[in-house]
């Protein structure tokens, strides 16, 4: 095994773990667990590091340290060696301003530039000679349903729908919701978006009417593309119901939306039984099929918006993170060419829906832009049984393979034999994103799934960041399991306590970032007063990135999870006030409060503890019904694994929540409550425990 693949080297274990916590901050569960750090390292093998784009830590550092001291030259070497654009950037490649005491944030790339990611994905590609290679596998739920397309093929999808949309009123600058399943055509909506200048604005299938609408009214797309159903398993869900209802409820809130452009998913409904409204709604195979499979493609500045993306934060309200067009690019497409050292014979799949940020990133704009073959998939990667990822592995003998430490937990629990009944031979690079992955979750996936062969890219980012910060390159250093590594190029991490002062060496800290990067993204839509106060406010000079960081004595970054109120279950990133304010909106809850616990597959499960009003009392038909409430107004994804029946919650006297009590009675660490003195009502602790297990 040591000749194939990577040596298990077992260093000392480091005696200052316990001290590398931290214990100042919010530091969620997850971070507090016991199964956080292992300091083995993981040697690279060396005939896989010597094929590597990156071979060793010396090229790395030389790649890095010009990154840092010469920014410029770095990126516009890449950019204009590899892209196409119709005009030069002007002389500054780049200018920011990351300092809110110097006045407004502000970050470009390449302004001036003129160009058009969807032509750099496409039609740079077929001109290189990739026309007929395949640019995207899709398989469907059920195991036979599936197709491909060249990248010839995708072009003229691409531009059939880019003409609909065009004939149809959609000009550069328009918003465009997308609101679908796994199907091709979502990658090919977001393209055809981006062909023409519109900025899409992905909503993940699995949010609900209310949280649709809210996103909706806050963008006014001028169309929504949607699907008429799916099928998640053995699950049908019914998605243009979903629209019709959002639709309704922003056309109440003054946003009335001309067209909704439906495709039929005819596996999971037939046409005959969707819901219809004539003069709004209109078959995508009827109508986007008459169009001609060419289109001229609009050509932007560089700094001209590409997508916007709701994500969560610390206020009920979801932010739209707004990125542009030729950094995003540059960065997407670097990022996933060092981390996953991406060879042009590389067939690459990434679990990701389209409706997060790493379907943005690294399902459409970062593969493609590199040519690559990607697999997109519809169904639920445990059906019809637990073996179906590496079913799909073998079938279409993926290389990369990029997924989420909560379904790799998911998948260990079912047994390592619906493993190895595939080969799996094909794999060379893994790789995880959305939460810290466990030690024991990342020793599973090296050694059962990558048969200790495959290096695993711990990719840490965000929807903000647009593509990977701290990332391990394979075959250039040595892993530590858990550990995300060192920051890509240009990436500047930084260490701080509460007062803002970086933290040298071994240290634990909020991580920030000191410079910006190409896909930095450059406002929240309509809220650059928010875009600076939750960022850059908080430590002055640097973006903030909400996270908790330690640094170990080696120089390895390990993220121990959020440090403000958001949590993120399953790899879906929510804020805990999203999912209070759903549940105060039940009239029989008069207050809540959100905590994040830890969950042994999800990362972390959703605890409410529910205040209700006078004179109701607690019921399993009530607990029912309020997690009804968050399932109708967020998703299903975002339903609470606990309610906790609170008849008072701990308040300080000036009326703030103690959320660090909550953490502690929710995840039964009673011993560390602390001090509750100054508390208004003291008693009320006690009377939560003692209610924890109704
Ligand atoms: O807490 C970090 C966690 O996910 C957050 C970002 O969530 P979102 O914007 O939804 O993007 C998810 C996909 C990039 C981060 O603030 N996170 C993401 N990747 C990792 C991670 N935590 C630890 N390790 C990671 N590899």
């Known amino acids: 095994m040591a000749d194939m693949g990577f040596r298990n080297v077992i260093a000392s274990m480091d005696p200052l773990a316990n001290s590398r916590k931290i214990p100042l901050l919010n530091a969620t569960a997850i971070g507090e667990s016991a199964d956080t750090q ?16 990156i071979s060793s830590h010396d090229q790395y550092l030389e790649m890095y340290n010009r990154s840092i001291d010469d920014p410029s030259g770095f990126w516009s070497d890449i950019a204009a060696s590899e892209f196409f654009w119709k005009q030069k950037w002007d002389q500054k490649v780049y200018s920011e301003n990351l300092d809110v005491r110097r006045g407004e944030i502000k970050i470009e790339w390449f302004k001036g530039g003129i160009t058009n990611i969807c032509y750099n994905c496409l039609d740079r590609n077929i001109e290189a000679g990739l026309g007929q290679k395949v640019a995207l596998y899709w398989e469907g739920n059920e195991p036979g349903f599936d197709s491909s397309l060249t990248y010839t ?27 679908m399943p796994m199907l091709m055509e979502l990658p090919i ?35 929504v593309i949607t699907c008429n159903a799916v099928k998640r398993g053995s699950k049908v869900i019914l998605l243009k119901d979903i629209v019709d209802v959002a639709l309704t409820d922003s056309a109440q809130n003054g946003v009335s939306v001309a067209t909704c452009l439906t495709y039929e998913n005819e596996s999971a409904l037939k046409r ?6 004539e003069g709004r709604d209109i078959w995508w195979q009827d109508a986007v099929s008459t169009y001609p499979t060419t289109c001229t493609v609009e050509w932007v500045d560089a700094e001209d918006p590409l997508f916007l993306l709701y994500t969560s934060g610390s206020t009920g309200k979801p932010k739209g993170v707004l990125h542009t067009t030729g950094g995003y690019m540059v960065y997407t ?50 059906y019809p049984d637990p073996g179906r ?73 965000q929807t903000e960041t647009g593509g990977f910060m701290i990332t391990p390159l394979p075959g250039a250093w040595p892993q530590k399991p858990g550990s995300a590594t060192f920051p890509f190029f240009g990436v500047q991490p930084i260490l701080v306590d509460e007062k803002g002062n970086e933290l040298k060496g071994e240290c634990s800290g909020y991580l920030c970032l000191k410079s910006s990067w190409p896909s930095a993204f450059r406002t929240l839509y309509n809220d650059q007063e928010r875009y600076e106060t939750t960022y850059f406010k908080p430590f002055p000079g ?24 958001v949590i993120n279950v399953s790899g879906h990133r929510i804020g805990t006030a999203e999912v209070e304010s759903a549940l105060v909106s039940h009239p029989q809850c008069a207050e809540a409060a959100v905590v994040g616990i830890e969950h042994e597959v999800k990362g972390q499960g959703i605890y409410a503890f529910v205040t209700l009003v006078d004179g109701v009392s607690y019921s399993e038909e009530l607990r029912k019904s309020l997690i009804l409430a968050v399932r109708n107004q967020i998703g299903a994804f975002a339903a609470p694994d606990k309610i906790h029946w609170a008849p008072g919650l701990p308040k300080t006297r000036s009326g703030k929540i103690m959320r660090r009590i909550l953490r502690k009675i929710a995840s039964k660490q009673l011993d560390e409550v602390g001090d509750t003195s100054t508390l208004a009502d003291p008693d009320v602790v006690h009377h939560l425990i003692s209610l924890a297990d109704r």
Not at 38 to 53: E, K, T, Y
Not at 198 to 222: M, N, T, W, Y
Not at 272 to 277: L, P, V, Y
Not at 420 to 430: G, I, Q
């Open 333 to 382: 497409a670097t990022t996933f060419k060092y981390a996953f050292d991406y060879k042009p014979t590389d067939v690459y799949w990434c679990t990701a829906d389209c409706g997060w940020i790493t379907g943005h990133s690294y399902v459409t704009y970062g593969p493609l832009l590199n040519g690559a073959s990607v697999v997109v998939f519809e169904g639920a990667p445990n």
């Open 189 to 223: 909506a977001m393209l055809a978006c981006a062909r023409i200048g519109a900025i899409h604005s992905v909503v993940f299938g699995g949010f609900s009417s209310e949280s649709l609408a809210q996103r909706i009214i806050d963008c006014k797309p001028k169309i």
């Open 38 to 53: 292992d300091d083995h390292l993981i040697i690279p093998d060396h005939q896989f590091s010597s094929r590597a784009c």
């Open 542 to 565: 640097y973006y903030f990135t909400g996270d908790g960081c330690t640094r170990d004595k080696d120089g390895y970054y390990w993220l121990t999870g959020r440090v403000d109120d």
């Open 153 to 179: 093929h995708l072009l003229n999808k691409v531009c059939q729908l880019a003409s609909f949309l065009k004939a149809n009123g959609v000009r550069k600058g328009d918003a465009v919701v997308i609101y």
């Open 389 to 461: 990822c590496w079913d799909i592995v073998d079938k279409y003998t993926v290389t990369i393979f990029y997924t989420a430490p909560t379904l790799v937990r998911s998948l260990m629990r079912e047994g390592n034999e619906h493993v190895t009944r595939y080969s799996r031979k094909s794999l060379r690079v893994l790789g995880s994103v959305g939460e810290p992955i466990n030690p024991s979750a990342w020793r599973w996936f090296f050694d059962v799934v990558g048969e200790s062969r495959c290096p695993i890219s711990d990719t840490w980012w």
């Open 272 to 277: 005959e039984s969707t819901k219809w409204k």
